[in-house]
């Protein structure tokens, strides 16, 4: 990321995968941003060596000034706040709230499960083939920045404004 002049958002945190993608962006100079609720503060070992650290109210105020600092997601493989905010950011591509592009990272073949249930959700039409899609499945960082780079999402005929959010 930090080579190809990229910046990470994310929850702010020292520890783990995410931890450790903070520490090889800030090692090839790159920006990283953090957000972080209070209530998390203590819970979590903040990572002091951010570019930015914002600290926040709540979990909805830390996912909603991520995506506003995100022009992409990625999720790589994670627990259920993962889940939730991809949920989250696809559902509200399909609604028409952004165009950003959502990928998944599948290392090792960790989300073929939701791969499975996304594509049943299609085959059983509770999912249309255009909202299937709004979820880019990557194998590689390398293959996720690139995806991304050149994503063109459809825009939908009525966009939801801010005020409507």
């Given at each position: 990321?930090?080579?190809?002049?990229?910046?990470?958002?994310?929850?702010?945190?020292?520890?783990?995968?995410?931890?450790?993608?903070?520490?090889?962006?800030?090692?090839?100079?790159?920006?990283?941003?953090?957000?972080?609720?209070?209530?998390?503060?203590?819970?979590?070992?903040?990572?002091?060596?951010?570019t930015e650290?914002?600290?926040?109210?709540?979990?909805?105020?830390?996912?909603?000034?991520?995506?506003?600092?995100?022009?992409?997601?990625?999720?790589?493989?994670?627990?259920?706040?993962?889940?939730?905010?991809?949920?989250?950011?696809?559902?509200?591509?399909?609604?028409?709230?952004?165009?950003?592009?959502?990928?998944?990272?599948?290392?090792?073949?960790?989300?073929?499960?939701?791969?499975?249930?996304?594509?049943?959700?299609?085959?059983?039409?509770?999912?249309?083939?255009?909202?299937?899609?709004?979820?880019r499945r990557?194998?590689?960082?390398?293959?996720?920045?690139?995806?991304?780079?050149?994503?063109e999402l459809?825009?939908?005929?009525?966009?939801?404004?801010?005020?409507?959010?």
């Amino acid at each position: 990321m930090a080579r190809r002049g990229l910046g990470l958002v994310y929850g702010g945190g020292s520890v783990g995968l995410m931890g450790e993608l903070a520490d090889a962006a800030l090692g090839h100079g790159g920006r990283v941003t953090g957000v972080i609720p209070k209530s998390l503060w203590a819970r979590e070992i903040n990572h002091t060596g951010l570019t930015e650290l914002h600290e926040v109210r709540s979990m909805h105020e830390r996912k909603r000034l991520m995506y506003d600092k995100s022009d992409a997601f990625i999720a790589l493989p994670g627990g259920l706040g993962t889940l939730e905010e991809l949920a989250e950011v696809a559902t509200w591509s399909q609604l028409g709230l952004h165009s950003k592009p959502v990928a998944l990272l599948d290392v090792d073949g960790f989300w073929e499960p939701l791969v499975a249930l996304l594509d049943q959700m299609v085959s059983t039409g509770l999912l249309t083939p255009a909202s299937r899609a709004l979820i880019r499945r990557t194998r590689s960082a390398e293959e996720a920045l690139a995806v991304l780079a050149a994503a063109e999402l459809p825009c939908p005929e009525e966009r939801i404004t801010a005020e409507e959010r």
